[in-house]
Protein backbone atom coordinates (compact mmCIF):
# COMPACT_ATOMS: atom_id res chain seq x y z
CA UNK A 1 0.00 0.00 0.00
CA UNK A 2 1.31 3.55 -0.69
CA UNK A 3 2.34 5.76 2.25
CA UNK A 4 1.19 9.20 1.71
CA UNK A 5 3.37 12.03 2.94
CA UNK A 6 2.29 14.52 5.09
CA UNK A 7 -0.03 17.53 3.20
CA UNK A 8 3.21 19.69 3.63
CA UNK A 9 5.17 17.34 1.73
CA UNK A 10 2.49 17.42 -0.92
CA UNK A 11 3.98 18.38 -4.49
CA UNK A 12 1.50 21.69 -5.82
CA UNK A 13 0.35 19.49 -8.30
CA UNK A 14 -0.85 16.88 -5.80
CA UNK A 15 -2.39 19.43 -3.79
CA UNK A 16 -4.78 20.84 -6.23
CA UNK A 17 -5.69 17.42 -7.95
CA UNK A 18 -6.52 16.70 -4.31
CA UNK A 19 -8.77 19.69 -3.39
CA UNK A 20 -10.48 19.84 -6.88
CA UNK A 21 -11.73 16.25 -6.66
CA UNK A 22 -12.58 16.91 -3.04
CA UNK A 23 -16.12 17.46 -4.09
CA UNK A 24 -17.84 20.72 -3.15
CA UNK A 25 -17.44 24.46 -3.62
CA UNK A 26 -17.15 24.69 -0.09
CA UNK A 27 -14.08 22.53 0.30
CA UNK A 28 -12.52 23.76 -3.14
CA UNK A 29 -12.68 27.74 -2.79
CA UNK A 30 -10.88 27.90 0.61
CA UNK A 31 -7.84 25.26 -0.35
CA UNK A 32 -7.35 27.03 -3.80
CA UNK A 33 -7.20 30.02 -1.79
CA UNK A 34 -4.36 28.30 0.33
CA UNK A 35 -2.67 27.54 -2.55
CA UNK A 36 -2.64 30.73 -4.21
CA UNK A 37 -4.16 30.12 -7.09
CA UNK A 38 -7.46 32.11 -8.37
CA UNK A 39 -10.15 29.66 -9.09
CA UNK A 40 -11.52 31.02 -12.58
CA UNK A 41 -8.13 32.63 -13.65
CA UNK A 42 -7.09 31.96 -17.19
CA UNK A 43 -3.48 32.55 -18.18
CA UNK A 44 -2.84 34.30 -21.06
CA UNK A 45 -0.83 33.80 -23.42
CA UNK A 46 2.17 35.19 -22.69
CA UNK A 47 3.10 32.57 -19.92
CA UNK A 48 5.87 30.90 -21.73
CA UNK A 49 6.70 27.90 -21.90
CA UNK A 50 9.98 26.67 -20.03
CA UNK A 51 13.01 26.04 -21.98
CA UNK A 52 14.10 22.54 -21.91
CA UNK A 53 15.79 20.24 -24.53
CA UNK A 54 13.49 17.55 -25.57
CA UNK A 55 13.17 15.74 -29.04
CA UNK A 56 9.65 14.58 -28.00
CA UNK A 57 6.97 13.51 -30.81
CA UNK A 58 3.81 15.42 -29.65
CA UNK A 59 0.61 13.99 -31.34
CA UNK A 60 -2.32 16.52 -32.01
CA UNK A 61 -5.76 15.01 -32.34
CA UNK A 62 -7.66 17.98 -34.57
CA UNK A 63 -6.80 21.37 -36.29
CA UNK A 64 -9.17 23.18 -34.83
CA UNK A 65 -8.67 26.10 -33.02
CA UNK A 66 -7.21 24.46 -29.96
CA UNK A 67 -5.23 22.13 -31.60
CA UNK A 68 -3.68 24.84 -33.70
CA UNK A 69 -2.94 27.20 -30.75
CA UNK A 70 -0.99 24.00 -29.34
CA UNK A 71 1.18 23.13 -32.04
CA UNK A 72 2.23 26.72 -32.35
CA UNK A 73 3.17 27.42 -28.66
CA UNK A 74 5.08 24.02 -28.50
CA UNK A 75 6.98 24.72 -31.97
CA UNK A 76 7.63 28.62 -31.25
CA UNK A 77 9.07 27.58 -27.68
CA UNK A 78 12.45 26.63 -28.87
CA UNK A 79 12.45 23.57 -26.94
CA UNK A 80 13.12 20.86 -29.83
CA UNK A 81 9.18 19.53 -29.91
CA UNK A 82 8.18 18.04 -33.70
CA UNK A 83 4.24 18.39 -33.99
CA UNK A 84 2.02 16.33 -35.90
CA UNK A 85 -1.81 17.21 -35.89
CA UNK A 86 -3.99 14.96 -38.16
CA UNK A 87 -7.24 16.52 -38.86
CA UNK A 88 -9.94 14.18 -39.95
CA UNK A 89 -11.33 16.71 -42.44
CA UNK A 90 -10.05 18.57 -46.03
CA UNK A 91 -9.41 21.85 -43.95
CA UNK A 92 -8.32 23.20 -40.79
CA UNK A 93 -10.23 25.18 -38.22
CA UNK A 94 -12.61 22.58 -36.53
CA UNK A 95 -15.59 25.19 -36.33
CA UNK A 96 -14.36 27.67 -36.82
CA UNK A 97 -15.84 27.17 -40.57
CA UNK A 98 -16.38 29.92 -43.19
CA UNK A 99 -18.44 29.24 -46.17
CA UNK A 100 -17.89 30.98 -49.27
CA UNK A 101 -19.06 30.52 -53.39
CA UNK A 102 -19.11 26.90 -54.32
CA UNK A 103 -17.93 25.51 -51.01
CA UNK A 104 -19.46 22.02 -50.30
CA UNK A 105 -20.88 21.62 -46.88
CA UNK A 106 -22.18 17.84 -46.12
CA UNK A 107 -24.38 16.95 -43.15
CA UNK A 108 -24.57 13.45 -42.25
CA UNK A 109 -27.84 12.07 -43.86
CA UNK A 110 -28.70 15.24 -45.32
CA UNK A 111 -28.21 16.64 -49.10
CA UNK A 112 -25.17 17.90 -50.48
CA UNK A 113 -25.11 21.69 -49.81
CA UNK A 114 -23.08 24.59 -52.70
CA UNK A 115 -22.90 27.55 -51.52
CA UNK A 116 -23.98 30.25 -53.90
CA UNK A 117 -23.31 33.58 -52.65
CA UNK A 118 -22.29 35.73 -55.48
CA UNK A 119 -19.30 38.03 -55.71
CA UNK A 120 -19.23 41.56 -56.70
CA UNK A 121 -17.13 43.02 -59.16
CA UNK A 122 -14.04 44.60 -57.27
CA UNK A 123 -15.27 43.65 -53.63
CA UNK A 124 -12.03 43.06 -51.69
CA UNK A 125 -12.65 39.33 -50.61
CA UNK A 126 -15.40 36.66 -51.31
CA UNK A 127 -18.73 36.64 -49.36
CA UNK A 128 -18.91 34.75 -46.51
CA UNK A 129 -20.85 32.87 -43.91
CA UNK A 130 -18.86 32.54 -40.44
CA UNK A 131 -21.24 29.22 -39.87
CA UNK A 132 -19.19 28.81 -36.50
CA UNK A 133 -18.08 31.46 -34.50
CA UNK A 134 -18.86 34.55 -35.58
CA UNK A 135 -17.40 37.24 -33.54
CA UNK A 136 -14.93 38.23 -30.67
CA UNK A 137 -14.97 39.69 -27.60
CA UNK A 138 -12.94 42.48 -26.36
CA UNK A 139 -12.46 40.43 -23.35
CA UNK A 140 -10.87 37.45 -24.81
CA UNK A 141 -7.46 38.69 -24.69
CA UNK A 142 -5.48 35.74 -25.70
CA UNK A 143 -7.23 35.09 -28.45
CA UNK A 144 -6.64 38.69 -29.56
CA UNK A 145 -3.20 38.30 -28.51
CA UNK A 146 -2.47 35.33 -31.29
CA UNK A 147 -4.59 37.74 -33.91
CA UNK A 148 -1.68 40.46 -33.51
CA UNK A 149 1.31 38.02 -32.91
CA UNK A 150 0.03 36.53 -36.41
CA UNK A 151 -1.02 39.63 -38.60
CA UNK A 152 -4.84 38.57 -39.00
CA UNK A 153 -6.10 42.17 -39.16
CA UNK A 154 -9.79 42.98 -37.72
CA UNK A 155 -12.53 45.41 -37.66
CA UNK A 156 -15.43 46.05 -35.72
CA UNK A 157 -18.31 43.46 -35.19
CA UNK A 158 -21.88 45.41 -34.36
CA UNK A 159 -23.81 43.32 -31.97
CA UNK A 160 -25.96 46.13 -31.93
CA UNK A 161 -28.03 48.34 -33.78
CA UNK A 162 -30.33 50.64 -31.64
CA UNK A 163 -32.76 50.02 -35.24
CA UNK A 164 -33.02 46.33 -35.50
CA UNK A 165 -35.90 44.73 -34.63
CA UNK A 166 -38.05 42.70 -31.89
CA UNK A 167 -40.66 40.90 -32.06
CA UNK A 168 -42.56 40.47 -29.61
CA UNK A 169 -43.85 43.20 -29.00
CA UNK A 170 -45.61 44.00 -32.62
CA UNK A 171 -46.41 48.21 -33.23
CA UNK A 172 -49.69 48.18 -36.12
CA UNK A 173 -48.81 44.84 -37.62
CA UNK A 174 -45.07 45.49 -37.34
CA UNK A 175 -41.96 44.47 -35.62
CA UNK A 176 -41.19 47.02 -32.59
CA UNK A 177 -37.72 48.60 -33.27
CA UNK A 178 -34.88 48.36 -30.49
CA UNK A 179 -34.71 52.00 -29.38
CA UNK A 180 -38.24 52.39 -29.02
CA UNK A 181 -38.60 48.72 -26.76
CA UNK A 182 -35.29 49.51 -24.88
CA UNK A 183 -35.92 53.41 -23.84
CA UNK A 184 -39.56 53.54 -23.35
CA UNK A 185 -39.48 50.13 -20.87
CA UNK A 186 -36.63 52.19 -19.08
CA UNK A 187 -38.67 55.27 -19.27
CA UNK A 188 -41.50 53.28 -17.28
CA UNK A 189 -39.70 51.61 -15.05
CA UNK A 190 -37.63 55.25 -13.88
CA UNK A 191 -41.31 56.91 -13.20
CA UNK A 192 -42.32 53.98 -11.47
CA UNK A 193 -39.24 53.90 -9.10
CA UNK A 194 -39.64 57.89 -8.87
CA UNK A 195 -43.03 57.77 -6.95
CA UNK A 196 -41.66 55.11 -4.15
CA UNK A 197 -38.53 57.45 -3.56
CA UNK A 198 -40.17 58.27 -0.44
CA UNK A 199 -40.51 55.09 0.79
CA UNK A 200 -36.90 53.67 -0.01
CA UNK A 201 -35.34 54.40 3.51
CA UNK A 202 -33.07 57.27 2.22
CA UNK A 203 -32.79 60.41 3.88
CA UNK A 204 -34.27 63.85 1.96
CA UNK A 205 -31.10 64.43 0.25
CA UNK A 206 -30.35 61.41 -0.98
CA UNK A 207 -34.05 60.68 -2.18
CA UNK A 208 -33.29 64.32 -4.40
CA UNK A 209 -30.45 62.78 -5.63
CA UNK A 210 -32.05 59.58 -6.59
CA UNK A 211 -34.98 61.16 -8.39
CA UNK A 212 -32.84 63.28 -10.38
CA UNK A 213 -31.15 59.89 -11.44
CA UNK A 214 -34.18 58.45 -12.16
CA UNK A 215 -35.01 61.70 -14.51
CA UNK A 216 -31.69 61.39 -16.62
CA UNK A 217 -31.71 58.09 -16.56
CA UNK A 218 -35.46 57.60 -17.79
CA UNK A 219 -35.79 60.67 -19.57
CA UNK A 220 -38.64 61.97 -17.50
CA UNK A 221 -40.19 65.19 -17.38
CA UNK A 222 -39.50 67.04 -14.36
CA UNK A 223 -42.06 66.08 -12.10
CA UNK A 224 -40.81 62.57 -12.78
CA UNK A 225 -43.52 61.88 -15.30
CA UNK A 226 -42.76 59.52 -18.36
CA UNK A 227 -45.96 60.34 -20.51
CA UNK A 228 -47.80 64.05 -20.45
CA UNK A 229 -51.60 63.98 -20.22
CA UNK A 230 -51.55 64.45 -24.18
CA UNK A 231 -49.74 61.04 -24.29
CA UNK A 232 -46.52 62.69 -25.58
CA UNK A 233 -43.00 62.07 -24.40
CA UNK A 234 -43.21 64.21 -21.07
CA UNK A 235 -39.42 65.05 -21.17
CA UNK A 236 -38.11 67.86 -23.63
CA UNK A 237 -35.68 67.43 -26.37
CA UNK A 238 -35.22 64.32 -28.64
CA UNK A 239 -36.55 61.84 -27.86
CA UNK A 240 -34.80 58.30 -27.35
CA UNK A 241 -37.13 55.94 -28.46
CA UNK A 242 -36.76 57.78 -31.93
CA UNK A 243 -39.30 59.17 -34.90
CA UNK A 244 -42.30 58.62 -37.72
CA UNK A 245 -40.49 61.46 -39.55
CA UNK A 246 -37.05 62.05 -38.21
CA UNK A 247 -36.35 66.02 -38.01
CA UNK A 248 -34.21 68.66 -40.69
CA UNK A 249 -35.27 71.43 -41.21
CA UNK A 250 -37.87 71.30 -39.52
CA UNK A 251 -39.04 69.04 -36.30
CA UNK A 252 -39.14 65.53 -36.47
CA UNK A 253 -42.09 63.35 -35.59
CA UNK A 254 -42.11 61.41 -32.64
CA UNK A 255 -42.95 57.90 -32.43
CA UNK A 256 -46.25 57.14 -29.99
CA UNK A 257 -44.50 56.15 -26.78
CA UNK A 258 -45.40 52.51 -25.98
CA UNK A 259 -47.22 51.67 -22.73
CA UNK A 260 -46.27 49.82 -19.65
CA UNK A 261 -49.72 47.27 -20.40
CA UNK A 262 -48.26 46.91 -24.24
CA UNK A 263 -44.58 46.00 -22.96
CA UNK A 264 -45.34 43.63 -20.32
CA UNK A 265 -48.13 41.46 -22.18
CA UNK A 266 -45.40 40.79 -24.77
CA UNK A 267 -43.17 39.57 -22.49
CA UNK A 268 -40.20 40.41 -24.66
CA UNK A 269 -37.53 39.87 -21.97
CA UNK A 270 -38.15 35.95 -21.82
CA UNK A 271 -39.21 35.63 -25.63
CA UNK A 272 -36.14 37.03 -27.07
CA UNK A 273 -32.87 37.49 -25.88
CA UNK A 274 -33.00 41.48 -26.42
CA UNK A 275 -30.84 42.15 -23.25
CA UNK A 276 -27.95 39.44 -24.40
CA UNK A 277 -25.82 42.79 -25.43
CA UNK A 278 -25.71 43.91 -21.95
CA UNK A 279 -23.89 40.52 -20.71
CA UNK A 280 -20.37 40.60 -20.26
CA UNK A 281 -19.31 38.36 -22.92
CA UNK A 282 -21.17 40.22 -25.56
CA UNK A 283 -20.53 43.97 -24.46
CA UNK A 284 -19.01 46.60 -26.98
CA UNK A 285 -17.03 46.46 -28.36
CA UNK A 286 -16.46 43.18 -30.46
CA UNK A 287 -14.16 41.97 -33.44
CA UNK A 288 -14.37 39.87 -36.47
CA UNK A 289 -11.20 39.25 -39.02
CA UNK A 290 -11.38 41.05 -42.20
CA UNK A 291 -12.75 37.95 -44.86
CA UNK A 292 -13.86 35.99 -42.38
CA UNK A 293 -13.38 33.98 -38.67
CA UNK A 294 -11.20 31.31 -40.56
CA UNK A 295 -8.53 34.15 -41.34
CA UNK A 296 -7.21 33.09 -37.83
CA UNK A 297 -7.19 29.33 -38.45
CA UNK A 298 -5.63 29.71 -41.72
CA UNK A 299 -2.86 31.91 -40.17
CA UNK A 300 -1.90 29.38 -37.71
CA UNK A 301 -1.56 26.69 -40.50
CA UNK A 302 0.62 28.65 -42.44
CA UNK A 303 2.73 29.97 -39.63
CA UNK A 304 2.86 25.65 -38.78
CA UNK A 305 3.20 24.23 -42.33
CA UNK A 306 6.67 26.99 -42.40
CA UNK A 307 7.87 25.25 -39.47
CA UNK A 308 10.42 22.58 -40.26
CA UNK A 309 9.28 20.46 -37.06
CA UNK A 310 5.37 21.16 -37.78
CA UNK A 311 2.71 18.84 -39.96
CA UNK A 312 -1.03 18.92 -40.29
CA UNK A 313 -1.74 15.74 -42.37
CA UNK A 314 -5.75 16.54 -43.49
CA UNK A 315 -8.23 13.96 -44.21
CA UNK A 316 -6.62 11.66 -41.57
CA UNK A 317 -9.33 10.14 -39.20
CA UNK A 318 -8.12 9.03 -35.68
CA UNK A 319 -9.41 5.44 -35.46
CA UNK A 320 -7.26 3.87 -31.99
CA UNK A 321 -5.80 5.49 -29.65
CA UNK A 322 -3.54 3.79 -27.21
CA UNK A 323 -0.12 3.36 -25.77
CA UNK A 324 2.31 0.70 -24.80
CA UNK A 325 5.22 1.40 -22.30
CA UNK A 326 6.34 4.98 -22.94
CA UNK A 327 5.23 5.24 -26.20
CA UNK A 328 1.58 6.29 -28.00
CA UNK A 329 0.43 4.23 -30.81
CA UNK A 330 -2.54 6.85 -33.07
CA UNK A 331 -4.01 4.89 -35.38
CA UNK A 332 -5.63 6.97 -38.72
CA UNK A 333 -6.98 6.26 -41.97
CA UNK A 334 -5.79 8.06 -44.69
CA UNK A 335 -6.58 7.50 -48.27
CA UNK A 336 -8.25 4.15 -47.33
CA UNK A 337 -5.43 3.08 -45.76
CA UNK A 338 -4.60 2.51 -42.00
CA UNK A 339 -1.63 4.23 -40.94
CA UNK A 340 0.01 4.98 -37.61
CA UNK A 341 1.83 7.71 -35.97
CA UNK A 342 4.11 7.37 -32.66
CA UNK A 343 4.17 10.31 -30.05
CA UNK A 344 5.35 10.39 -26.60
CA UNK A 345 2.64 12.96 -25.21
CA UNK A 346 -0.69 12.71 -27.00
CA UNK A 347 -3.38 16.02 -26.97
CA UNK A 348 -7.08 15.35 -28.11
CA UNK A 349 -8.71 18.01 -29.41
CA UNK A 350 -11.59 15.63 -30.69
CA UNK A 351 -14.92 16.59 -29.05
CA UNK A 352 -15.30 13.92 -25.80
CA UNK A 353 -17.95 11.63 -26.42
CA UNK A 354 -16.16 10.95 -30.31
CA UNK A 355 -13.31 9.37 -27.96
CA UNK A 356 -15.44 6.41 -27.06
CA UNK A 357 -14.64 3.20 -29.25
CA UNK A 358 -11.39 5.12 -30.21
CA UNK A 359 -9.46 5.44 -26.99
CA UNK A 360 -8.38 2.29 -25.03
CA UNK A 361 -9.30 3.79 -21.65
CA UNK A 362 -6.95 0.78 -19.86
CA UNK A 363 -3.95 3.24 -20.55
CA UNK A 364 -5.43 5.14 -17.80
CA UNK A 365 -6.43 6.00 -14.42
CA UNK A 366 -9.56 4.92 -12.69
CA UNK A 367 -10.97 7.60 -12.19
CA UNK A 368 -9.71 9.14 -15.36
CA UNK A 369 -11.54 6.53 -16.82
CA UNK A 370 -15.03 7.30 -14.74
CA UNK A 371 -14.78 10.70 -15.56
CA UNK A 372 -14.64 9.99 -19.47
CA UNK A 373 -17.31 7.68 -19.12
CA UNK A 374 -19.22 10.35 -17.44
CA UNK A 375 -19.23 12.19 -20.47
CA UNK A 376 -19.48 9.70 -22.93
CA UNK A 377 -22.99 8.37 -20.87
CA UNK A 378 -23.95 11.92 -20.85
CA UNK A 379 -25.92 14.43 -23.61
CA UNK A 380 -23.11 16.27 -24.00
CA UNK A 381 -22.37 18.04 -26.97
CA UNK A 382 -25.30 20.57 -28.15
CA UNK A 383 -27.44 21.10 -30.94
CA UNK A 384 -27.15 23.99 -32.94
CA UNK A 385 -28.81 25.34 -36.19
CA UNK A 386 -27.46 28.63 -38.47
CA UNK A 387 -28.99 29.38 -42.03
CA UNK A 388 -26.97 32.02 -43.90
CA UNK A 389 -28.84 34.21 -47.05
CA UNK A 390 -27.09 36.35 -49.27
CA UNK A 391 -29.38 39.42 -50.29
CA UNK A 392 -29.28 43.17 -51.52
CA UNK A 393 -28.48 45.38 -48.73
CA UNK A 394 -31.18 47.51 -49.51
CA UNK A 395 -33.41 45.61 -47.97
CA UNK A 396 -32.44 46.15 -44.24
CA UNK A 397 -29.82 49.39 -45.15
CA UNK A 398 -33.08 51.41 -46.90
CA UNK A 399 -35.10 54.08 -45.19
CA UNK A 400 -38.93 52.76 -44.93
CA UNK A 401 -42.25 54.32 -44.03
CA UNK A 402 -42.35 51.77 -41.05
CA UNK A 403 -38.53 52.09 -40.10
CA UNK A 404 -37.19 55.58 -40.82
CA UNK A 405 -33.90 54.69 -39.11
CA UNK A 406 -31.53 52.28 -42.12
CA UNK A 407 -30.32 49.16 -40.18
CA UNK A 408 -26.31 48.87 -40.35
CA UNK A 409 -25.40 45.85 -38.16
CA UNK A 410 -26.47 44.25 -35.09
CA UNK A 411 -28.37 41.56 -34.42
CA UNK A 412 -32.69 41.59 -34.79
CA UNK A 413 -34.00 39.20 -32.16
CA UNK A 414 -37.47 37.19 -32.80
CA UNK A 415 -39.71 34.43 -30.49
CA UNK A 416 -40.08 32.68 -33.97
CA UNK A 417 -37.77 29.26 -33.82
CA UNK A 418 -34.88 31.09 -36.04
CA UNK A 419 -34.15 33.21 -32.95
CA UNK A 420 -32.31 35.95 -34.37
CA UNK A 421 -30.91 37.32 -37.68
CA UNK A 422 -27.13 38.75 -37.69
CA UNK A 423 -26.72 41.86 -40.57
CA UNK A 424 -23.09 42.05 -41.87
CA UNK A 425 -20.79 44.40 -40.05
CA UNK A 426 -18.55 44.81 -42.87
CA UNK A 427 -18.41 46.13 -46.55
CA UNK A 428 -21.56 48.87 -45.83
CA UNK A 429 -20.92 50.13 -49.78
CA UNK A 430 -21.36 46.83 -51.39
CA UNK A 431 -24.41 46.18 -53.15
CA UNK A 432 -24.86 42.51 -51.71
CA UNK A 433 -24.39 41.31 -47.94
CA UNK A 434 -24.74 37.84 -46.42
CA UNK A 435 -26.80 37.71 -43.08
CA UNK A 436 -27.12 35.41 -40.40
CA UNK A 437 -30.83 34.69 -41.19
CA UNK A 438 -31.41 32.40 -38.21
CA UNK A 439 -28.85 31.26 -35.23
CA UNK A 440 -31.19 28.76 -32.37
CA UNK A 441 -30.40 26.40 -29.83
CA UNK A 442 -31.78 23.65 -27.98
CA UNK A 443 -35.30 21.76 -29.14
CA UNK A 444 -35.47 24.35 -31.83
CA UNK A 445 -32.09 23.23 -33.08
CA UNK A 446 -33.10 19.68 -32.98
CA UNK A 447 -36.36 20.05 -34.86
CA UNK A 448 -34.42 21.85 -38.09
CA UNK A 449 -31.82 19.71 -37.59
CA UNK A 450 -33.71 16.62 -38.75
CA UNK A 451 -35.25 18.40 -41.94
CA UNK A 452 -33.68 18.33 -44.78
CA UNK A 453 -31.44 21.98 -46.08
CA UNK A 454 -34.20 23.32 -48.25
CA UNK A 455 -37.40 22.59 -45.55
CA UNK A 456 -34.70 24.59 -43.02
CA UNK A 457 -34.59 27.87 -45.52
CA UNK A 458 -38.25 27.91 -45.87
CA UNK A 459 -39.18 28.28 -42.17
CA UNK A 460 -35.97 30.60 -41.61
CA UNK A 461 -37.85 32.49 -44.35
CA UNK A 462 -41.32 32.31 -42.70
CA UNK A 463 -39.66 33.71 -39.22
CA UNK A 464 -38.23 36.74 -41.63
CA UNK A 465 -41.02 37.76 -42.71
CA UNK A 466 -42.50 37.96 -39.25
CA UNK A 467 -39.64 40.03 -38.04
CA UNK A 468 -39.04 42.18 -41.44
CA UNK A 469 -42.02 41.54 -43.42
CA UNK A 470 -42.65 39.98 -46.52
CA UNK A 471 -40.69 42.14 -49.00
CA UNK A 472 -37.54 41.60 -46.79
CA UNK A 473 -38.02 37.89 -46.58
CA UNK A 474 -38.87 37.76 -50.38
CA UNK A 475 -35.58 39.16 -51.32
CA UNK A 476 -33.58 36.77 -49.17
CA UNK A 477 -31.52 34.34 -51.31
CA UNK A 478 -28.34 31.93 -51.97
CA UNK A 479 -29.29 30.14 -48.59
CA UNK A 480 -27.50 27.45 -47.19
CA UNK A 481 -28.01 26.04 -43.41
CA UNK A 482 -26.08 23.95 -41.43
CA UNK A 483 -26.71 21.74 -38.41
CA UNK A 484 -23.81 21.09 -36.25
CA UNK A 485 -24.96 18.35 -34.36
CA UNK A 486 -24.87 16.29 -37.79
CA UNK A 487 -21.66 17.19 -39.04
CA UNK A 488 -19.25 14.97 -38.75
CA UNK A 489 -16.34 14.65 -36.46
CA UNK A 490 -18.40 17.01 -34.87
CA UNK A 491 -21.22 16.24 -33.96
CA UNK A 492 -22.72 19.33 -31.85
CA UNK A 493 -21.91 23.21 -31.17
CA UNK A 494 -20.23 23.10 -27.98
CA UNK A 495 -20.06 21.05 -24.51
CA UNK A 496 -22.80 21.00 -22.46
CA UNK A 497 -21.16 20.06 -18.56
CA UNK A 498 -24.43 20.99 -17.19
CA UNK A 499 -25.75 17.68 -18.42
CA UNK A 500 -23.06 15.34 -17.29
CA UNK A 501 -25.26 13.58 -14.78
CA UNK A 502 -23.49 13.53 -10.89
CA UNK A 503 -20.53 15.21 -9.92
CA UNK A 504 -19.40 16.84 -13.22
CA UNK A 505 -17.49 19.39 -11.65
CA UNK A 506 -15.58 17.10 -9.96
CA UNK A 507 -15.51 15.49 -14.03
CA UNK A 508 -14.25 18.35 -15.36
CA UNK A 509 -11.47 19.13 -12.77
CA UNK A 510 -10.10 15.79 -13.05
CA UNK A 511 -9.83 16.15 -16.83
CA UNK A 512 -8.59 19.16 -17.07
CA UNK A 513 -5.35 18.06 -15.09
CA UNK A 514 -5.18 15.04 -18.35
CA UNK A 515 -3.44 11.79 -17.37
CA UNK A 516 -0.61 9.51 -18.30
CA UNK A 517 0.87 12.20 -20.86
CA UNK A 518 -3.00 12.48 -22.57
CA UNK A 519 -4.45 15.70 -22.46
CA UNK A 520 -8.01 16.83 -23.83
CA UNK A 521 -8.14 20.41 -25.04
CA UNK A 522 -10.54 22.76 -26.71
CA UNK A 523 -13.46 25.11 -25.74
CA UNK A 524 -14.46 21.75 -24.02
CA UNK A 525 -11.63 21.62 -21.45
CA UNK A 526 -12.65 25.66 -20.28
CA UNK A 527 -15.03 27.64 -18.66
CA UNK A 528 -15.97 29.58 -22.32
CA UNK A 529 -17.58 26.43 -24.26
CA UNK A 530 -18.84 27.69 -27.85
CA UNK A 531 -16.10 30.73 -27.65
CA UNK A 532 -12.54 30.55 -29.33
CA UNK A 533 -11.12 31.89 -26.25
CA UNK A 534 -11.84 28.47 -24.31
CA UNK A 535 -9.71 26.39 -26.77
CA UNK A 536 -6.80 28.61 -26.76
CA UNK A 537 -6.99 29.31 -23.34
CA UNK A 538 -7.05 25.53 -23.03
CA UNK A 539 -4.15 24.86 -25.27
CA UNK A 540 -2.23 27.15 -23.06
CA UNK A 541 -2.66 24.83 -20.09
CA UNK A 542 -1.85 21.70 -21.25
CA UNK A 543 1.24 22.75 -22.84
CA UNK A 544 2.09 24.19 -20.08
CA UNK A 545 1.48 21.33 -17.83
CA UNK A 546 3.28 19.26 -20.75
CA UNK A 547 6.47 21.14 -20.09
CA UNK A 548 6.60 22.60 -16.47
CA UNK A 549 5.89 19.98 -13.71
CA UNK A 550 5.61 22.73 -11.51
CA UNK A 551 2.47 23.91 -13.46
CA UNK A 552 -1.01 23.72 -11.99
CA UNK A 553 -4.55 23.84 -14.41
CA UNK A 554 -6.42 25.81 -12.11
CA UNK A 555 -9.37 23.38 -10.93
CA UNK A 556 -13.12 25.57 -11.01
CA UNK A 557 -15.65 26.20 -8.46
CA UNK A 558 -18.66 24.93 -11.38
CA UNK A 559 -18.42 23.26 -14.43
CA UNK A 560 -19.42 25.70 -17.08
CA UNK A 561 -22.89 26.05 -18.12
CA UNK A 562 -23.35 26.70 -21.97
CA UNK A 563 -26.69 27.60 -21.70
CA UNK A 564 -25.64 30.85 -19.95
CA UNK A 565 -22.12 31.24 -21.55
CA UNK A 566 -23.14 30.71 -25.43
CA UNK A 567 -26.50 30.65 -25.89
CA UNK A 568 -27.18 34.05 -23.47
CA UNK A 569 -30.23 32.75 -21.41
Known amino acids: METKRPLNQMTRRRLLKQIALAGGAAALHPGLLAAGVPALQA ?82 YEPYLNAGPGRIPSAHVNLLAYCEELNVPLEVYIMESRSNLVTPPRIDGHSAVNRQVVNDTRGWIAHHLYQLAGSTGLDDDQQGLLRSLLIRFGQLGSDGSYVDTNGKYAASGPPRSGYEEL ?30 PEDFLWQPTMFQPVGGMDMIVKAFEAWIDNH ?23 SYRKDNEIETLPADRCLSNIPIPLLENRLNLEIFSQDFQESLQAVFDSDFLAPTCKVGWQAARQLWQQPSAERVVPIYGGISWTNHALTQIWYPSDQIYARLGVLTGAYNFGQDAIDWGQLEPDQRLALARVGAAELGGNAFAGGLGHGITIAWQNMPFQKGGWAQWQNVEQNENEHYNRLLQGDNDFYIIGDQMSVLPGWQEGAVVSAVHATQQMADETYEAPPVLVAPNSKLLVEGF
Do not use: M
Open 43 to 124: PIRQLKLPRIDTSQEVAILGAGVAGLTAAYRLLNSGNGYRCTILEANPIVGGRSLTLRPNDVLREEGQPEQVCTFEKETDEP
Open 247 to 276: PGIQDGKPVQPLSLEELLDSEFWSETSLYQ
Open 308 to 330: PEGQIIKQAEVTNIDKQGDKFSI
